[in-house]
């Protein structure tokens, strides 16, 4: 590697020695696991088969991209490198980043109306319902833990525990006691954020690590309440048959008093979804301004500069624990918000919506959105979500590697897969650069390469 | 007393397991000071190696005496679990050295979810079930029909342990590569000024940390019969559970840590209700990391400027 970088003439029999180790790595590491397939056979009893073909494709694969690496790629990273790397962020990047949030604002606005456009009236619900919508409750999750993990510095990895209370919140006191969604939806905030201050009055005083396993462990500790206490949540069969959300007063439904015949449309369920787009937009704007406005704030700023160094916001006078809360709180109160739409939403939950790898999803989006970075964050959401979506329906897969391959099974492989490959690459997420939010005489992005991360 | 006696037994060795795989958390941490979330999964991953080595023994092979079955799938998944850490070691972490805290736990996070569905994928997501390795028991008590039985495979599992925790405590306590680990996790740049290959010595900390969780995998594998792909993640929240009860750090603390972990499970699954024993296993994470963050045997965190 570092012969490669000091003489730009190209080693080639250093690239082939190279190419065959990994080469050969890889198929040590394979070996079990692809090279052979464990199949239940009419005894019901396990037997192996081999795979031989799929385990030399891969390592031919892997020894000719290492060759390639080797001979084309790394040069020219080499030269590349010789360039000194500026502290600030390129001027077209900030230009881009000044422009991209109103555009992405107008973007969401006429999304739907740009769907059915282009798909048809009732083509549209598929592209509003799995990717708009769908996306749109992970950027707002994704903004709520902003405040805790992003501007805060705390790394919470139970947020999906608010969620979950926020939902059962509102599908267990709308059927029991009927309340609307409109009553409900503050309430499960509220419920939320007092849950925040219960879980986080604890565990505020680790530092880190520690706390991200605490938080872990309180999210999973409420799953398992979830799911063992039968009489009030109903178990793995979870709560159906949740009231969904009306148009102030008036259901979705084919009914004369419902919106259609209200308004004098004919009955499709596309309104339904409609609105619940907007509501869910309205939300997830609301995330985003209340935080803006956050941070203008006292307690905004003592987040921050919590985040940057705990010891010298003590010495300062801040106090930490309070600060902490607030931040615990009010990140909770706004998974509430998505827990009791998503309720509503579905008409259907069950624990199975609440496990760790929610949370291990919404804290990627945040940290590989660029920590702190509204931005980021939403491309972040859009990229992992929407990705993970469109692979539900890439039927010209199936043309390449024949009918049996179903590419939804690799969903998860390939999201890991790009959490790892963007950690190794931008290790401080997409948007890396930070707007302070007070400043002197003139504001200045700052590469968060310089910003060192305090403990938390 | 009968009851007792025999969720002792099966306390101490579902402990052993925990213990041995919390000594692969406790390493990682005190040497990069990450927590290594892919470590379940790579238990889960050694389990399966295990059960295809083991079915490749028997079934291919014809290798009839259970001894000799036994410790070749043992060795074989010890080395390509190794293998598998080693390079996850090098691929995910080794570039995120030195960045900031939270990329090493996000690429760790993100690589348990690859290997998890990466078995899924390639192996299917049903239960796999291997024939019973190991039968047969010794009675220890008999009376009122209720017998305590310490079983072979329980005293395998003890003697495996036992063997395991002596040879890892001589490599770190009296080897050249002890030695090394041990200097680098008091202090990484003096460690390198004074001619330890720091990168060679955290990757010889994962392939040790592998080949421990790659025993527990197969020995969870026959104590059980059954894996499947998400057997990694509650295993591994225990035994993470198990390193922060003994002092995330400490190596002696892990084992200890294990089999306390161990024993309240398995006890509170027998007296009070089995719904629950995760929750037991979580609040004790919790509870522990409130009241006694350096744990039983840690050295407490001393903030420094």
């Known amino acids: ?456 | 007393m009968e009851v007792f006696l025999q969720q002792l037994i099966n306390g101490i060795t579902l402990g052993s397991i925990y213990g041995l795989i919390a000594i692969g958390y406790t390493m990682v941490f005190g040497i990069i000071g990450m927590v290594n979330f892919a470590h379940g999964d790579v238990f889960m991953v050694s389990a399966f190696v295990a059960m295809i080595a083991f079915l490749f023994v028997t079934t291919w092979l014809g290798i009839a005496s259970i001894t000799v079955a036994l410790l070749i799938v043992l060795i074989v998944a010890m080395l390509f679990t190794s293998g598998v850490n080693w390079v996850i070691e090098r691929l995910a972490y080794r570039p995120l050295r030195g960045s900031f805290r939270l990329a090493p736990l996000i690429s760790a996070i993100g690589m348990s979810i690859f290997l998890s569905n990466f078995v899924q994928v390639t192996q299917g997501p049903r239960n796999k079930a291997i024939p019973p390795m190991v039968r047969g028991e010794f009675i220890l008590l008999d009376s009122n029909n209720y017998a305590v039985a310490l079983s072979y495979k329980q005293l395998i599992i003890w003697g495996i342990t036992a063997v395991l925790l002596a040879a890892f405590w001589y490599l770190v306590a009296k080897t050249r590569l002890g030695r090394a680990q041990r200097a680098c996790e008091q202090d990484q740049k003096m460690a390198a000024l004074v001619g330890v290959n720091v990168d060679r010595t955290i990757s010889m900390t994962f392939v040790i940390a592998a080949a421990l969780a790659a025993v527990a995998g197969t020995m969870y594998l026959m104590y059980y019969g059954v894996v499947s792909f998400s057997d990694g993640f509650v295993p591994g929240v225990k035994a993470f559970t198990a390193a922060v009860l003994g002092g995330i750090g400490s190596l002696p603390g892990a084992v200890v840590g294990g089999l306390l972990i161990g024993l309240i499970e398995t006890f509170w699954s027998a007296y009070f209700t089995i719904d629950y024993k995760d929750v037991a296993a979580f609040s004790v994470l919790a509870i522990t990391l409130i009241f006694l963050p350096q744990g039983l045997f840690g050295r407490p965190d001393v903030e420094k400027v």
């Open chain 1, 1 to 456: 590697m570092e012969k490669s970088a000091q003489s730009t003439g190209v080693d080639f029999v250093h690239a082939v020695k190279e190419a065959c180790l990994a080469a050969a790595i890889t198929f040590g590491v394979l070996l079990p696991l692809i090279g052979f397939e464990t199949v239940s056979n009419i005894d019901n009893k396990l037997v192996l088969h081999t795979r031989w073909g799929l385990l030399f494709t891969i390592v031919a694969i892997v020894g000719v991209g290492r060759l390639l690496m080797a001979l084309v790629i790394a040069p020219r990273l080499a030269q590349r490198r010789i360039r000194p790397v500026a502290a600030t962020a390129p001027s077209w990047l900030l230009l881009i980043g000044r422009w991209f949030a109103p555009f992405a604002i107008g973007f969401a606005i006429v999304y739907p109306v740009l769907a059915m456009g282009l798909t048809g009236f009732s083509g549209a619900l598929k592209w509003v319902d799995n990717f708009g919508i769908q996306i749109l409750i992970y950027v707002m999750l994704g903004w709520g833990l902003n405040i805790v993990v992003g501007l805060a510095g705390l790394l919470d990895l139970g947020y999906v525990a608010f969620y979950a209370v926020g939902a059962y919140s509102y599908a267990l006191l709308a059927k029991n006691f009927g309340f609307s969604f409109w009553i409900l939806l503050p309430l499960a905030g509220i419920l939320s954020s007092f849950w925040g201050i219960l879980l986080g009055f604890p565990v505020l005083r680790l530092r880190g690590d520690y706390l991200a396993i605490v938080t872990l462990a309180f999210g999973e500790i409420i799953r398992m309440v979830l799911i063992n206490y039968v009489d009030l949540t109903n178990g793995y069969a979870g709560i159906g048959g949740i009231p969904r959300p009306s148009f102030f007063g008036l259901p979705f439904t084919a009914d004369d008093d419902g919106f259609a015949a209200v308004f004098g449309l004919p009955f499709t369920p596309v309104y339904r979804t409609l609105f619940l787009y907007y509501l869910i937009l309205a939300l997830a704007f609301l995330t985003a301004f209340v935080t803006v406005r956050l941070r203008r704030l006292p307690v905004g700023r003592a987040w921050e500069a919590l985040r940057e160094d705990e010891i010298a916001c003590r010495s300062l006078g801040i106090n930490t624990t309070n600060t902490k809360l607030t931040a615990f709180a009010i990140g909770a109160m706004f998974g509430g918000f998505a827990g009791s739409f998503f309720a509503a939403r579905q008409g259907f939950i069950s624990p199975e919506s609440f496990t760790f790898l929610e949370s291990a999803t919404v804290l990627s989006i945040v940290v590989l959105g660029g920590m702190g970075s509204q931005v980021g964050v939403a491309i972040a959401a859009i990229l992992f979500i929407g990705g993970t979506e469109i692979m539900r329906d890439l039927d010209f897969l199936k043309q390449i590697f024949g009918p049996s391959f179903d590419p939804t099974q690799y969903r998860m492989l390939l999201f890991g897969f790009g959490m790892v490959i963007i950690m190794v690459f931008r290790p401080r997420g997409l948007i890396s650069t930070r707007e302070p939010s007070i400043f002197l005489k003139e504001r200045k992005a700052i590469s968060s390469d310089l910003v060192k991360e305090g403990h938390g």
